[in-house]
């Protein structure tokens, strides 16, 4: 079985800071069970997609090379102890040289190990070693040679700001290395600016072969990289995991990004929280001299509460809410239905003539 899978991981920065920031891998496909459609068995190879990063949809990458005698010591290699993977029919060095209508007949040829410049066409290799070969790739350093393209059919950035270096097919853990020629965009400028970026000579760029964690994707603990499934998923038991929260539980394991801020509620305190869901008894209050104008402190509340002659016309103040309500001024409306009617004057003369009290 095939698995195919689109996640980019461990983005390397160079050397200089510049237009290209880096690498980056995607796993492209993962072969958990035998292929018996191939001629050649590949479960538990793992297929890599190598990218270069740039800042700039503009830039373009002209060689990826090694020329330590005159630029120092970074080689181009990819050294894959495990081997990497070169079909007897259809292999080839560039990816741009691959037939893709011979994949139906041979599908394994898809899968093949190679150098490239986003599969261009008219990309070229240069490498005097003749010790360099596919079935010697993925051991042998290059220290003089190079893939390149003319900067007339270089492949750009593009909108997703990257560009394939590599594809890599072996089964365990892999480094690269090399240098990369880039023409940098030049925006407004008619000169066009060259650069070069090489990978630390002390820290290649590694990929590992992880495969296993958690495949449940509904799991806290889910791992989008992992195939094989190690029993270290955590059941999904969603919630606010915040106790200061307003909506806290206790029993969440995972935490769900929707909790409810508490806080003062309370307008007339000191630190009230106009972004508080709920009240947390934190509301502090300046006392006596703290109320500010149309305010009085209130020692049975013990805050600020407005003062009774503040209530404006038509309103009274009301101790039991320390708080202005509107005046009744309709006392004849006895059923409260906004009109003095027949109805109220029969509510009058069913009490008319009741002792009161």
């Given amino acids: 079985m095939r698995l195919l899978l689109t996640v980019t991981s461990c983005l390397l920065v160079l050397s200089l800071n510049a237009q290209m920031i880096g690498l980056s891998y995607e796993i492209d496909t993962v072969f958990t069970e035998p292929t018996d459609d191939f001629s050649v068995d590949l479960e538990g190879y793992v297929v890599y997609d190598v990218f270069a990063e740039f800042t700039n949809s503009s830039d373009q990458l002209i060689a990826i090379y090694s020329d330590i005698e005159a630029l120092g010591p970074t080689a181009m290699f990819i050294d894959a102890p ?115 970026y090489c990978v630390d000579v002390n820290s290649p760029f590694e990929v590992f072969a992880d495969l296993e964690g958690c495949t449940d994707e509904s799991a806290c603990s889910y791992d989008p990289l992992a195939v094989y499934d190690d029993g270290t998923c955590i059941p999904n038991t969603l919630g606010c995991m915040d106790e200061t929260a307003c909506n806290y539980l206790s029993s969440a394991i995972c935490d769900s990004g929707m909790c409810i ?51 404006g016309e038509g309103t009274y103040w009301d101790d039991t809410t320390a708080s202005c309500l509107p005046e ?30």
């Fill in 261 to 311: 801020e508490s806080g003062c509620t309370d307008e007339m305190a000191c630190n009230y929280n106009e972004n508080a869901g709920c009240s947390d008894s934190s509301c502090l209050f300046a006392g006596p001299l703290g109320c500010g104008p149309g305010t009085m402190w209130d020692e049975g509340l013990l805050r600020c509460v407005p003062e009774p002659t503040i209530c």
């Fill in 82 to 196: 495990c081997g990497c993977f070169n079909p007897e029919l259809g292999d080839v060095m560039l990816g741009g040289n691959q037939n893709e209508n011979l994949f139906d007949p041979f599908p394994e040829m898809e899968f093949d190990t190679y150098w490239t410049l986003d599969f261009t066409s008219g990309e070229d290799l240069f490498i005097p070693d003749l010790n360099y070969s596919s079935a010697t790739m993925c051991s042998v350093h290059i220290t003089n040679g190079a893939v390149f393209a003319v900067p007339d059919i270089a492949p750009y950035a593009g909108g997703d700001l990257k560009i394939q270096i590599a594809q890599v097919t072996t089964c365990d853990s892999f480094l690269l290395s090399a240098c990369f020629n880039v023409f940098v965009a030049s925006g407004s400028s008619s000169v066009q600016e060259i650069q070069d």
């Fill in 328 to 357: 009744d001024s309709c006392q004849a409306d006895l059923d409260d239905n906004g009109v003095v009617a027949i109805g109220d004057l029969l509510a009058f003369l069913i009490d008319y003539g009741t002792a009161c009290n």
